[in-house]
């Protein structure tokens, strides 16, 4: 059986109309379908507080997606990011890989350097599943998740 290429976008119930349209134009690649899905509602105390959850082949878009179209990638990525949302303050993008759930958050302190070296990053090393880039120490490091979305 061979993993899904296709790239799942989530947005949340409350997103206005057309929120996801940048994220569709930075993920566009010739053969990769692109699917924009709406995340459950969710009951209780947890607020998600990303703009949206990108799930897809996280190791295959980190490591061959090279050149030039990953460099434009990530450039509207960072570009979202910064960007106030038309509800409030700018919210991080969440990538989460289809194989092992492992989430990339990517918010507005990750800088042209974050994001080089998520390019190179082995996700085999982190001991937790959600990773978020420390301006500090200027590495990507694991934290617990939170709030059970992970972000």
């Known amino acids: 059986m061979t993993e899904d290429p296709g790239i799942d976008i989530y947005v949340t119930p409350d ?7 940048p994220l569709l134009d930075a993920f ?27 799930a897809l ?5 980190l490591g061959g997606f090279g050149g ?3 460099e434009d990638c990530h450039r509207k990525l960072r570009d979202l990011v910064r960007r106030p949302t038309p509800t409030g303050p700018a919210r991080p993008v969440v ?3 289809t194989a092992t759930g492992i989430r990339v958050v990517l918010g507005p302190e990750a800088d042209e350097e974050a994001y080089r070296k998520l390019r190179t990053l082995d996700l085999g090393q982190f001991r ?7 301006v500090t120490e200027a590495r ?8 059970g979305t992970g972000a």
């Open 140 to 147: 990507w490091v694991s934290v617990p998740s939170d709030d």
């Open 128 to 134: 937790y599943d959600t990773l978020r880039y420390d």
């Open 68 to 70: 030039r179209l990953a």
């Open 15 to 21: 997103t206005p109309p057309g929120t996801e349209t």
């Open 57 to 61: 082949p996280l190791h295959a878009f």
């Open 95 to 97: 990538l989460q890989d």
């Open 28 to 54: 566009n690649a010739p053969g990769v379908p692109l699917r924009v899905r709406t995340w459950p509602t969710r009951r209780g105390p947890e607020t998600l507080n990303w703009l949206a959850l990108v």
